[in-house]
Structures are given as C-alpha cells and as structure tokens.
C-alpha cells in the first residue's frame, strides 16, 4: 500500500520557538493533504486540509497564523507550529489520499509528537 | 455536517472469541464512504475496512466484517477469532465522496485478553 511518512516522529521545543513538522508520500503523489491533532486518548480532529499550489483550508477554531501549512510539491506538505506555547503539546498527523484514484481511502502518516516546555 | 458516534469507550474480549464495535454516524452527504481504522500503540492509524454507502453489501476484509445498515446509520464492525496483535483504539470514520474531509468518532479501545 502507499506509504506515508512523518517526521520528527518526537520534538521537545522551549516555548516561543517555532517547529515544523514534514508530511511525505513516499511513492504516489498526493495533490491533497490532510493535518489532524490528537489529544491524549482522544480521537484525531481535522485542523487543515493542505492543497498543493495552494492556499490551505483550515477547520473552524484554528489559527491560521499559528499553524503554517505549505504545500510546496505533491509529494511534501509542511506544518509550522510558530511561537508555540504548552497548550500547543499534541501528537499531529498527516494524511493523504492518491491522487486521481478517488477510493476515499487516505494513507496515515506515523505521528509526530510536539512537547513544548 | 458529518457526525460520528462510537458508543463503546471500551471493550474486551477473550482470545479467539468475537467482537462487535458499534457506531452511528450522521451525514449530509448523498454519497459517502464509511471507514474503521485501527490505532495501535505505535499511533500510526491503519485502515481495517472501508464501505462505500452506494452498495448494500456488507464489506468483508478476512476476519474484520461490518453491519452496514444505511437507513439506521450504523456501522458495526465485527471481529472474528480475535488475536492479541488486534488490541488498539478504533476509530469509525465517514467521508463524503469528493469531499476528502474525513470526521471520527472518538474512538473504542479494545483489549484482547490472552
């Protein structure tokens, strides 16, 4: 199956830093992106869907400007964290669906786990 | 508006015996894909089945099976022979086609006990 990855997998940042956390597919191309954070033992909610060559939708209640997504190429999509906080903590996850195949199934990346001290 | 509801925070089951996960959901899409996906300790989520509304027949993928009852919105999903390799959080999920915006429930920890 196509393969997604993430990375860093874990990123510990002192607060006011900024983090970028990469989103790949590994062998397809993905015209469409997608972010979701997770609290602990909660489900993934959806922050952002990320349009390659374009601007990225973002989820009702999330800040654009805290949460910078780039879709530069169809195979890389790019989340930035800026001047994150504590309450910023979270595991974040990336999904993609292959282009052009149109079979609803999307393709998790591993996570990537943000502590912010 | 897509909601998705797992009833179930938890559930248990004994090695090799059957389980039943169970969820509804709520879609304003006409045509939409129903999803269970599993999360295990590594957090990396995986799709077990997935179920286009458009066709009556339940989606089978060897011992994972769904009860796709479309006028009830409800979509269980079924584990055969459970293994302990299947302990994880699973999540029910619906996208409209098209959309790409996939919404889940807040998931069903399942522990199997040797």
């Known amino acids: 199956g196509a393969v997604v990855s993430q990375h860093p997998s874990r990123v510990i940042c002192k607060s006011g830093t900024s983090v970028k956390i990469e989103c790949r597919s590994l062998?397809?191309?993905?015209?469409?992106m997608f972010w979701y954070r997770q609290f602990p033992k909660q489900s993934l909610m959806l922050m952002a869907t990320?349009?390659?060559?374009?601007?990225?939708?973002?989820e009702q209640g999330v800040e654009k400007d805290k949460f910078l997504i780039n879709h530069a190429s169809l195979t890389l999509s790019t989340l930035t964290v800026t001047s994150a906080h504590p309450e910023d903590s979270s595991f974040y996850i990336c999904?993609?669906?292959?282009?052009?195949?149109?079979?609803?199934?999307?393709?998790f990346g591993e996570g990537s786990r943000l502590t912010v001290l | 508006a897509q909601t998705v509801t797992q009833s179930q925070p938890e559930m248990s089951v004994q090695e090799a015996e059957t389980v039943t996960l169970s969820c509804t959901y709520d879609?304003?899409?006409?045509?939409?894909?129903l999803f269970w996906y599993k999360q295990p300790p590594s957090r990396q989520m995986i799709l077990v089945i997935r179920?286009?509304?458009?066709?009556?027949q339940n989606a089978t993928e060897n011992r994972f099976s769904v009860n796709f009852q479309k006028a009830a919105k409800s979509f269980s999903l079924k584990i055969s022979d459970s293994q302990l390799g299947d302990a994880a959080m699973y999540f029910c999920?619906?996208?409209?086609?098209?959309?790409?915006?996939?919404?889940f429930g807040k998931g069903t920890k399942l522990t199997v006990n040797p």
């Open positions: 999904s993609a669906e292959e282009g052009g195949r149109n079979t609803g199934e999307l393709f």
């Open positions: 062998d397809f191309q993905a015209t469409t």
């Open positions: 990320s349009n390659e060559g374009s601007k990225a939708t973002y």
């Open positions: 879609t304003s899409e006409s045509d939409y894909y």
């Open positions: 179920q286009e509304a458009y066709k009556q």
């Open positions: 999920g619906t996208m409209g086609r098209g959309s790409e915006k996939l919404v």
